[in-house]
């Protein structure tokens, strides 16, 4: 399917485990056990008793000690029907998606159900997915929290599967310890409950430093995976008992006549011969192919092919196979025991000549190369151009939809032929079924053998007929490759709960070429269902740690990708402070130090679109919110006076900072010298704030340079490298600009006087025509 979850793992019904799962505890209370009887050790009170014997007592590192350790280990291969790994188990509950199907793993008990639920799907392999992360416990029962499909994969492969550990035989609990020190004075009794605690306690023993001796106390009970429970007294009886166990697990994996027998008959083998029990020097490989009529032909013994017969027996042995008159003995020593059986290895012992053996490798040449999975993915890749021979199909393309609906489209037609798709496993192999078509039903229809499989061609049969399929990923328009998984992140709002524009921060980041239908889901199921959509994707407020973006084309292929949701705090008003703002007092419209001040230019420099203030004469007033001013206003101290803001999000405004401000009343001619103006001028860019009382050059921008008097004016797609320069007279500073080539703001050319001057601000006027007036406002970042 495509849009895999996390994880993707194949396992077969025939090689499941036990659903049995050891117990897991905390280790802390054992380092305080251990602290304890260090203590203890030196206390008067300490009962003498009689010296245990060696017989007796639990060695470190003991035989009896291993064997202990090796039963009370984490059984990973407990839950091989979740992980397929001997080295470590699945700490529970987790969560999987098994063909679209979201269950929550919690008990042991559930992983019955699992396997019960496994048994309804058609077929051997199944697509088991995790919802990450996950958590492994290993043997020794440490834990490793596993984030994402490739680290957990990485620890499948690097499992060698021998772990000896012995896991047919439990601890009947509780047992208990007695503790001595080297006086041999009992300074504790340890009640164990659980394999985890006696796996601990032995493991710790093995690490203390104290001179300790441990005693185990009997009767201690054994059970068995049979049910029966055996009781034992002494160090040697466990010993005995617990590799009694370990022997009997091993005659649990017997060979049944029926299933080798039907391993034998379906691929040819390669064979190979060792003799004196030497397992390094093979004779071989032999060529074996067994048939049902009880035949066996053999290659490469003799110069030409061999037939003799074949027959398989049980006995009190165990499974025995007869190959008569075979190679050099003769017919009395053809009998070889059965002793090993997988799917493609076999391993048998002659029963007569000692030190001799057979290994048969399968070697099914008609194998495929891909498996049911890879096929499922491989179709719904792209479109496929098909072929019977017929020259009919010239002109189509097979479409597969991730729902089992399957199109046929002919050329640049606009509709299509529907119908199903479906992949099954059967006896005679992967078969790809057609049905309920539209169209072609009887040349199309029906159940389709798979004989070869590329990543870009199937071959298929269907009695007489051929169909061969090859993938056209060249014309299919997949959007999938223009997305990924996303991360947004948001400022930590009052109540907590952040608000995120999926849409913006996802696809409205992404120019992709191709056509597609995006969603976003709150869980991975309803992505995958495409269920239950959210409505509000620019404004979606949400304590989740993720979401999910369903990416779907026109034909239905989908893919599912992660929107990770994290917040941070955030200064919310870093661009405001406590600025001040001046005016110039002249006779056009201020008088004895009094004027109109325009409020909304102290923060003009500062984004609004969510933040918004208003101004007060007091702090009280900007506290309470109370008696706000009007934004133009005439200041009423002379020649300055300190206002207040309160500037808030304008979404809360119980999100604010409140700041001070100086209004200042300049006596502006003559107020600024040449030298004031050079210094303002090259420290920040200037922005004609309006020319002629228009607007119409606002665009363009002045960065003045100190060398060589280089203006440059620019916009966002225009720059100009003009001149200026600048001097004193009596009646002020005139600044002079040269060499201005651009359209509309070569009407800035000439020589213009500074009448106003402050820090954010320059009024000129042109000295031959004074209607003629440039402002100048002063950025500084």
């Given at each position: 399917m495509v849009g895999d979850f996390e994880s993707s793992l194949f396992y077969n019904?025939?090689?499941?485990?036990?659903?049995?799962?050891?117990?897991?505890?905390?280790?802390?209370?054992?380092?305080?056990?251990?602290?304890?009887?260090?203590?203890?050790?030196?206390?008067?009170?300490?009962?003498?008793?009689?010296?245990?014997?060696?017989?007796?007592?639990?060695?470190?590192?003991?035989?009896?000690?291993?064997?202990?350790?090796?039963?009370?280990?984490?059984?990973?291969?407990?839950?091989?029907?979740?992980?397929?790994?001997?080295?470590?188990?699945?700490?529970?509950?987790?969560?999987?998606?098994?063909?679209?199907?979201?269950?929550?793993?919690?008990?042991?008990?559930?992983?019955?159900?699992?396997?019960?639920?496994?048994?309804?799907?058609?077929?051997?392999?199944?697509?088991?997915?995790?919802?990450?992360?996950?958590?492994?416990?290993?043997?020794?029962?440490?834990?490793?929290?596993?984030?994402?499909?490739?680290?957990?994969?990485?620890?499948?492969?690097?499992?060698?599967?021998?772990?000896?550990?012995?896991?047919?035989?439990?601890?009947?609990?509780?047992?208990?310890?007695?503790?001595?020190?080297?006086?041999?004075?009992?300074?504790?009794?340890?009640?164990?409950?659980?394999?985890?605690?006696?796996?601990?306690?032995?493991?710790?023993?093995?690490?203390?430093?104290?001179?300790?001796?441990?005693?185990?106390?009997?009767?201690?009970?054994?059970?068995?995976?049979?049910?029966?429970?055996?009781?034992?007294?002494?160090?040697?009886?466990?010993?005995?008992?617990?590799?009694?166990?370990?022997?009997?697990?091993?005659?649990?994996?017997?060979?049944?006549?029926?299933?080798?027998?039907?391993?034998?008959?379906?691929?040819?083998?390669?064979?190979?011969?060792?003799?004196?029990?030497?397992?390094?020097?093979?004779?071989?490989?032999?060529?074996?192919?067994?048939?049902?009529?009880?035949?066996?032909?053999?290659?490469?013994?003799?110069?030409?092919?061999?037939?003799?017969?074949?027959?398989?027996?049980?006995?009190?042995?165990?499974?025995?196979?007869?190959?008569?008159?075979?190679?050099?003995?003769?017919?009395?020593?053809?009998?070889?025991?059965?002793?090993?059986?997988?799917?493609?290895?076999?391993?048998?012992?002659?029963?007569?000549?000692?030190?001799?053996?057979?290994?048969?490798?399968?070697?099914?040449?008609?194998?495929?190369?891909?498996?049911?999975?890879?096929?499922?993915?491989?179709?719904?890749?792209?479109?496929?151009?098909?072929?019977?021979?017929?020259?009919?199909?010239?002109?189509?393309?097979?479409?597969?939809?991730?729902?089992?609906?399957?199109?046929?489209?002919?050329?640049?037609?606009?509709?299509?032929?529907?119908?199903?798709?479906?992949?099954?496993?059967?006896?005679?192999?992967?078969?790809?079924?057609?049905?309920?078509?539209?169209?072609?039903?009887?040349?199309?229809?029906g159940d389709w053998l798979i004989v070869e499989c590329d990543d870009d061609r199937i071959e298929l049969i269907k009695g007489n007929q051929d169909l061969v399929l090859e993938q056209d990923c060249e014309s299919d328009e997949s959007p999938f490759d223009c997305f990924d998984d996303f991360e947004i992140v948001e400022c930590n709002q009052p109540n907590n709960v952040p608000v995120f524009n999926l849409s913006a921060n996802t696809i409205g980041l992404i120019d992709c070429p191709f056509p597609f239908t995006a969603s976003f889901h709150v869980t991975q199921e309803d992505a995958t269902n495409n269920i239950n959509p959210i409505d509000n994707t620019e404004s979606y407020g949400t304590l989740v740690a993720q979401v999910y973006l369903r990416i779907e084309t026109e034909s239905g292929n989908y893919e599912i990708f992660t929107v990770y949701l994290n917040t941070e705090d955030c200064n919310y008003f870093e661009c405001y402070g406590n600025y001040n703002l001046s005016v110039c007092d002249d006779e056009d419209g201020f008088v004895d130090g009094f004027g109109v001040f325009d409020l909304n230019l102290i923060f003009s420099n500062c984004p609004n679109d969510d933040i918004a203030y208003s101004f007060y004469l007091t702090i009280a007033d900007a506290e309470t919110q109370s008696n706000p001013l009007s934004t133009i206003f005439t200041n009423t101290v002379s020649p300055s006076q300190t206002i207040y803001s309160r500037v808030y999000l304008a979404g809360n405004p119980d999100i604010f900072e409140i700041f001070s401000h100086n209004l200042i009343v300049e006596d502006c001619t003559g107020g600024c010298s040449e030298e004031d103006v050079d210094t303002i001028l090259v420290e920040c860019t200037w922005n004609i704030n309006s020319f002629n009382g228009s607007n119409d050059l606002a665009e363009w921008n002045f960065d003045f340079e100190s060398v060589n008097n280089i203006v440059v004016i620019y916009t966002d797609t225009d720059t100009i490298d003009a001149t200026w320069t600048t001097s004193q007279t009596s009646d002020g500073v005139l600044i002079e600009f040269s060499n201005v080539n651009g359209s509309n703001i070569q009407a800035i050319t000439g020589v213009w006087l500074v009448v106003e001057c402050t820090e954010g601000q320059l009024v000129l006027h042109d000295v031959n025509n004074s209607d003629n007036e440039i402002v100048l406002d002063r950025t500084c970042n």
């Open positions: 019904k025939s090689t499941r485990a036990p659903t049995a799962m050891k117990t897991k505890i905390n280790h802390l209370f054992l380092f305080a056990l251990f602290a304890l009887i260090s203590f203890t050790a030196c206390q008067d009170e300490a009962i003498e008793i009689d010296n245990p014997s060696a017989e007796e007592t639990i060695v470190a590192n003991s035989s009896l000690a291993t064997l202990m350790s090796r039963t009370t280990a984490n059984f990973g291969a407990a839950d091989n029907i979740l992980d397929g790994s001997s080295c470590f188990s699945v700490e529970l509950p987790v969560t999987i998606i098994i063909s679209d199907i979201t269950i929550t793993i919690e008990t042991e008990e559930d992983l019955e159900l699992l396997e019960s639920l496994l048994d309804d799907f058609n077929g051997d392999d199944y697509s088991l997915d995790f919802v990450f992360p996950i958590t492994i416990i290993f043997s020794d029962y440490t834990e490793l929290v596993i984030e994402n499909v490739d680290q957990f994969e990485n620890f499948i492969n690097e499992c060698d599967g021998d772990n000896d550990v012995i896991e047919c035989v439990d601890f009947v609990y509780p047992i208990s310890f007695s503790v001595f020190n080297s006086d041999f004075n009992l300074i504790d009794t340890v009640v164990i409950e659980n394999d985890q605690a006696l796996y601990a306690f032995l493991d710790e023993l093995e690490d203390d430093e104290n001179v300790l001796i441990v005693s185990l106390n009997y009767p201690v009970a054994l059970e068995y995976a049979n049910g029966e429970t055996v009781e034992v007294n002494t160090n040697q009886e466990l010993a005995d008992a617990i590799e009694a166990a370990g022997d009997d697990c091993e005659e649990e994996n017997e060979c049944i006549e029926e299933e080798v027998t039907i391993n034998l008959v379906e691929c040819p083998w390669e064979v190979y011969l060792y003799t004196n029990d030497d397992l390094e020097n093979l004779d071989g490989p032999y060529n074996f192919t067994f048939s049902e009529d009880g035949n066996v032909v053999i290659e490469g013994v003799f110069e030409d092919s061999y037939t003799t017969t074949w027959e398989l027996t049980e006995t009190d042995n165990g499974l025995e196979l007869n190959i008569a008159s075979f190679y050099y003995y003769e017919q009395q020593f053809g009998n070889w025991l059965v002793v090993e059986c997988d799917d493609d290895d076999l391993k048998f012992e002659h029963l007569t000549v000692d030190g001799t053996g057979l290994f048969f490798d399968q070697d099914c040449e008609d194998d495929l190369d891909c498996s049911i999975t890879d096929i499922s993915s491989i179709l719904q890749e792209c479109p496929w151009d098909f072929t019977d021979g017929s020259g009919n199909f010239s002109n189509h393309q097979m479409i597969f939809n991730a729902n089992g609906d399957i199109q046929i489209t002919e050329g640049i037609a606009t509709s299509a032929i529907g119908g199903e798709w479906n992949l099954s496993i059967t006896d005679s192999g992967l078969i790809l079924s057609f049905s309920e078509l539209t169209a072609f039903q009887d040349t199309l229809g």
